[in-house]
């Protein structure tokens, strides 16, 4: 039996990915910042499936809360699967948007540096010392960032930090193999998700025309869903990525192919 911490979990990818390791046989410790009913029907979903979970509120962009987040993980840890470890971490918790170079402030530059690289950096920090030998960690990066990516205006900063993830993506590969800790990343392209921006804008809600287009730029001719990701991700943190390491995997239907 495994347990996996998946970071943002009360939607979207985060939601897929819970209940994907869910079918693989694996317990959940999942985290929310503000929507505390998806996280719960998030669980609900995992325990449909028969597996274990644990809701637990975090703001990744808050590391000053990271100690007592540990905290609390290893509370329940102690006190739901009577262990001191866990074996996957996925680090998907963001927020996505745009904004021209010429009109990036240094506020939202911090909030992207805070949440997307920041963040997820000093967590798996915080978290590293209760990560299980042979575990596995996957971050959630943008197809934004890679250089065979479609380069889209507006998305500096964002694309910015997202690139910052996958290089250390790569160097964690490094530094924890040793353990025989497995790092990567997956890059998803355009996503029907319910991320919203710095002003709390959710995308494809409010932009639905989007939509056509962007299938249109797909080789597969639609936008992905979360499970499209969440199913490489599970893949990832199990056996069948038991010889996977420091990649960067895109997961777009072949976006701008």
Same mark, same amino acid.
Request: aromatic share 6%; net charge negative; hydrophobic share 45%.
């Given at each position: +039996?495994?347990?996996?911490?998946?970071?943002?979990?009360?939607?979207?990818? *985060?939601?897929?990915?819970?209940?994907?390791?869910?079918?693989?046989?694996?317990?959940?410790?999942?985290?929310?910042?503000? &929507? @505390?009913?998806?996280?719960?029907?998030?669980?609900?979903?995992?325990?449909?499936? !028969?597996?274990?979970? $644990?809701?637990?509120?975090?703001?990744?962009?808050?590391?000053?809360?990271?100690?007592?987040?540990?905290?609390?993980? $290893?509370?329940?840890?102690?006190?739901?699967?009577?262990?001191?470890?866990?074996?996957?971490?996925?680090? &998907? =918790?963001?927020? *996505? !948007? +745009?904004?021209?170079?010429?009109?990036?402030? @240094?506020?939202?530059?911090?909030?992207?540096?805070?949440?997307?690289?920041?963040?997820?950096?000093?967590?798996?920090?915080?978290?590293?010392?209760?990560?299980?030998?042979?575990?596995?960690?996957?971050?959630?990066?943008?197809?934004?960032?890679?250089?065979?990516?479609?380069?889209?205006?507006?998305?500096?900063?964002? =694309?910015? +930090?997202?690139?910052?993830?996958?290089?250390?993506?790569?160097?964690?590969?490094?530094?924890?193999?040793?353990?025989?800790?497995?790092?990567?990343?997956?890059?998803?392209?355009?996503?029907?998700?319910?991320?919203?921006?710095?002003?709390?804008?959710?995308?494809?809600?409010?932009?639905? @025309?989007?939509?056509?287009?962007?299938?249109?730029?797909?080789?597969?001719?639609?936008?992905?869903?979360?499970?499209?990701? *969440? +199913?490489?991700?599970?893949?990832?943190?199990?056996? @069948? *990525?038991?010889?996977?390491?420091?990649? &960067?995997?895109?997961?777009?239907?072949?976006?701008?192919?």
């Amino acid at each position: +039996m495994s347990v996996a911490i998946v970071v943002g979990a009360s939607s979207g990818i *985060g939601q897929s990915t819970a209940v994907q390791l869910a079918r693989r046989g694996t317990d959940v410790i999942l985290t929310y910042s503000g &929507n @505390e009913a998806g996280a719960l029907e998030t669980a609900a979903a995992v325990e449909k499936e !028969g597996r274990v979970a $644990v809701a637990l509120r975090l703001d990744v962009g808050r590391t000053e809360t990271f100690p007592a987040f540990r905290g609390q993980v $290893v509370t329940a840890l102690r006190d739901t699967w009577q262990r001191d470890t866990f074996d996957h971490l996925v680090n &998907n =918790a963001g927020f *996505g !948007g +745009m904004a021209r170079f010429e009109d990036t402030t @240094e506020e939202l530059f911090d909030k992207f540096l805070r949440v997307l690289l920041r963040g997820p950096y000093f967590l798996t920090q915080q978290l590293l010392p209760l990560l299980a030998d042979g575990g596995a960690i996957v971050n959630v990066s943008s197809n934004s960032a890679l250089s065979s990516g479609l380069v889209e205006a507006g998305y500096s900063a964002y =694309a910015t +930090m997202k690139g910052g993830l996958n290089v250390l993506t790569r160097v964690l590969a490094k530094e924890l193999a040793p353990r025989g800790i497995r790092v990567n990343a997956v890059s998803p392209g355009p996503t029907r998700t319910r991320i919203s921006d710095a002003s709390g804008v959710v995308a494809f809600e409010a932009f639905p @025309e989007a939509i056509p287009m962007l299938a249109a730029k797909t080789a597969l001719g639609r936008i992905g869903e979360p499970d499209d990701i *969440g +199913m490489v991700i599970a893949t990832l943190l199990g056996e @069948e *990525g038991r010889w996977i390491t420091a990649q &960067n995997i895109e997961v777009s239907g072949g976006y701008d192919l």
